[in-house]
T-cell receptor
């Protein structure tokens, strides 16, 4: 089955700096890669996703890149703000199977 | 309007009891899911229903039984609760199943279950 590795497990950055979270997946058939943000006491919220026919996608301060050959994808957050502090999850989904989540990255943005 | 809602938000109970968690989505989606998030924040799928039919059943003890009375509702019943069942349970929904542009999942706020 699909196995998703996520790094780092914790990340601390200064406000205004960039944050990068990386994930690798094992199943080359995976074709859908969402990123979720989970704030304390809340459910995961989709922030951006990418499909395997695209190499990069951007939405304001958030971007995701996908390297299908290397089987890794990354989340980039620029100009971080304290409200970006949360746990971020990557996931990968092969066709016909369920989403497999990484173990999460706890991001802390300090003012 | 809440897209995916769950009740209760908190559930504290004794070992051996039976409890249920309810989930409703008003997105018109065909597929619903239950996930378990343990103390280390790891999210693991338990079940998925598409149009009231079970389509994913991961390795979950048979004390857990999902029920979908209609495609907008997916409830989770747990018998003989054990200490290890303590976790946060999330319901989610998506337009379709697994492929295309319809598999984006939307999560509910979670139910924190504590078994004493």
């Amino acid at each position: 089955g699909e196995n998703v590795e996520q790094h780092p497990s914790t990340l601390s950055v200064q406000e205004g700096d960039s944050a990068v979270i990386k994930c690798t997946y094992s199943d080359s058939a995976s074709n859908y890669f969402p990123w979720y943000k989970q704030e304390l006491g809340k459910g995961p919220q989709l922030i951006i996703d990418i499909r395997s026919n695209v190499g990069e996608k951007k939405d304001q301060r958030i971007a995701v890149t996908l390297n299908k050959t290397a089987k890794h994808f990354s989340l980039h957050i620029t100009e971080t703000q304290p409200e970006d502090s949360a746990v971020y999850f990557c996931a990968a989904q092969p066709p016909g199977y369920a989403l497999n989540f990484g173990k999460g990255t706890s991001l802390l943005v300090t003012p | 309007d809440t897209a995916v809602s769950q009740t209760p938000k908190y559930l504290v109970t004794q070992m051996g009891n039976d409890k249920s968690i309810k989930c409703e989505q008003n997105l018109g989606h065909d597929t619903m899911y239950w996930y378990k998030q343990d103390s280390k924040k790891f999210l693991k799928i338990m079940f998925s229903y598409n149009n009231k039919e079970l389509i994913i059943n991961e390795t979950v003890p048979n004390r857990f039984s999902p029920k979908s009375p209609d495609k907008a509702h997916l409830n989770l019943h747990i018998n003989s609760l054990e200490l290890g069942d303590s976790a946060v349970y999330f319901c989610a929904s998506s337009q379709g199943v697994f492929t295309g542009d319809m598999n984006t999942q939307y999560f509910g706020p979670g139910t924190r279950l504590t078994v004493l």
